[in-house]
């Protein structure tokens, strides 16, 4: 059984620009959570993603978008990046029937604006 | 509006010695509990997590929590550290399965846990 794997590991960019980050679910999952966990925090809800659609949304702006696609695997978008946008983006996934809430995590995005 | 508190941003202890992690929470109604550790640039691993029924569960790696629901508490508890628990622990607070938010945790701030030889 594979786990929740992320690419790329990290990456670098500057302000203004646009970024995509990308996950693939544990194997039988078909629901994914992404989190922004900025430096001494803890991870903060971005959205999540079921059966394709975003299905839950914490306080962030529309220019963070996410995709899923129909084997489960997930796209996060950010656009007009800004400096406090650099933090470790972390996935989740999880089975949404017979479950009660917990979520399997990859090892996450590191994303550095400048 | 959910939130959870965990007071300690850093706790230190000697090996061998016994550790308590606090963590208050505040949610409307019956809560699901997870307590998750991460490594230094590594993803969360889930050390226990809480649902229902006994309020002492027993977590991976010898770690166990008790639900307090007068005291709105799930503090983590090991009776013996190793050195290889140095990590940061977060606490978090779901709606758990069929709600709208079920992908939903919310994090506390974290507590960092060094283990001196």
């Known amino acids: 059984e594979t786990g929740v794997t992320q690419s790329p590991t990290h990456l670098i960019k500057t302000r203004g620009q646009q970024v995509t980050l990308r996950c693939s679910s544990q194997s039988g999952h078909n629901t994914v959570s992404w989190y922004q966990q900025a430096l001494g925090q803890g991870p903060q809800f971005i959205f999540q993603y079921y059966r394709e659609e975003e299905n839950g949304r914490g306080n962030f702006p529309p220019r963070f978008s996410g995709l899923q696609f129909p084997n489960y695997s997930s796209e996060l978008n950010v656009n007009a990046l800004e400096l406090d946008d650099s933090a470790l983006y972390l996935c989740?996934?999880?089975?949404?029937?017979?479950?009660?809430?917990?979520?399997?995590f990859g090892e996450g995005s590191r994303l550095t604006v400048l | 509006a959910q939130s959870v508190t965990q007071p300690d941003i850093h706790i230190t202890v000697s090996e061998g010695a016994s550790l308590e992690l606090r963590c208050n929470y505040s949610?409307?109604?019956?809560?699901?509990l997870f307590w998750y550790v991460q490594s230094p640039g590594q993803g969360l691993q889930l050390l226990l997590k809480y649902f229902s029924g006994d309020t002492l569960v027993q977590g991976i790696k010898g770690f166990e929590a008790e639900f307090k629901r007068s005291q709105s508490s799930f503090n983590l508890r090991k009776p013996s550290v190793h050195w290889s628990d140095a990590a940061e622990y977060f606490c978090?607070?779901?709606?758990?399965?069929?709600?709208?938010?079920?992908?939903?945790?919310?994090f506390g701030q974290g507590t960092i846990l060094t283990v001196h030889p």
């Open positions: 978090a607070v779901g709606a758990g399965y069929g709600g709208t938010s079920y992908g939903k945790l919310t």
């Open positions: 989740a996934s999880s089975r949404l029937a017979g479950n009660t809430g917990e979520l399997f």
């Open positions: 949610y409307g109604a019956t809560p699901y």
